[in-house]
């Protein structure tokens, strides 16, 4: 078979447990492919072939044996944030370069027990700070439907890696949009859960209030059966929440489009910045859902200016709290011949972290100082709750926000986008991590150079299924994420 890469989950999990297929086949297609196509996407940072190849052949067993769980033996990529046992965990940074985790991440033991197949660790900005994976150690990663754009990011290895069909599916986190965004300039569905519903153990901390992990595929349905496998509760994660999980492939049919109250929030579509393009095949997908029955309704978000400036201060001081742990003594990158302690923090430090990671460890420093601290970062905190009261306003009235997910396709690399540019781009995503709610991202059309628009869905706290079941749906009816980006096309 030579199509493997071009199935569905459910048509994976299908062939593997008929017998069309073994896990290992399906783990040496993927492996080839990455060897001849990943050069140009540069996608991966480590690929993990014999830990691939042995979870293959243990997946293979089960299937015989009769024991096999649903997804057993279906290959996934992690994003290099979440830590592996005996892999490098780089979080894209010189910083741990050298870092070999000693334990797995929740996400990845469950990822295990449910037999999928690791294929290896992808690309993502550094210590997931960015929007374009551009400030990744290891370099850019291209956009797979034009090679001189960015895939977005922070998690833009994950976005690239199944838009290139190098994996069936990834896993990602976002801290501001970081799933959001890289799937909608890669084309993918990309689902942000509602804070506390994925485990955050193990996961190479950012901004603690506002990280959380979820799943990177081509339709809803992909997303809903990686759902299924990483939520729930962790004891070994006191903000992850005891609440019953839903069955997310179950209901992939449970909500119904018609009479779906979706609300319109008509700051979001003035903002200066949203392109034209981005804007035109955002309102086509909502005139499709509307055509499904759904009802379009006018809402207000009023904060839409605190945004930027509200995260850019919280996501920093946490940041920089975060960051304080790698002084080079315990483990990562540790500077050469230093004379004292002193030298040795401030090279290690120094020389380990890049520029925007210096960037942000500054801000956050210094907003956290004792003599800041009441003006910024406990006023951030009110702002934020005022954003959260905003959308709670605004669920009175309707089931679902409709947003875009960015107001840009993606950028050409090395645009060099100044650092506050680079963060009006986040201006659709952020509100949704600072109030802890879940987000869609669905792929709805392409812009004027072929590069793919996303429309983003905001559901009200633990809705992840109805989003889920919603772009299930608007799916049904439509083909954009079956459409494939040129370097995926030209390795058919
Ligand atoms: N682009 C945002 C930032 O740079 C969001 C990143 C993320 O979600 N990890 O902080």
Redesign the pocket.
Known sequence: MTNLHRLSIRELSEGLQQGKFSSRELTQHYLKRIEKIDAQVKSYVTVTPELALSQADAADAAIKAGNATALAGIPLAHKDIFCTQGVRTSAGSKMLDNFISPYDATVVTKAKAAGLVTLGKVNM?EF????TSESSYYGATKNPWNLDYVPG???GGSAAVVAADLAPFATG???????R?PASFCGLTGLKPTYGRVSRFGIIA??SS??QAGPMARSAEDCAYLMNVIAGHDAKDSTSVDKKVDDYVANLNATSVKGLRIGIPKQYFNVAGLAADVKARVEESLKKLEDMGAILVEVDLNMVEAYVPT??LI?PAEASSNLSRYDGVRYGYRCENPVDLMDLYKRSRSEGFGE?VKR?ILIGTYALSAGYYDAYYVKAQKVRRLIQQDFLKAFENVDVIAAPSAPTTAYKIGANLSPTE??L??VY??AV?LAGLPAINAPVGLDDHNLPVGLQLIGNYWSESQLLSIVHQYQQNTDFHTQRAAIAEENA
């Open positions: 900005d997931a700070m960015g929007s990011g922070s998690s986190t976002d801290t501001g949009g970081s799933i965004q950012f901004a506002l990280d995260y850019y996501a925007e942000r680079m963060y781009g986040d995503t952020l991590n």
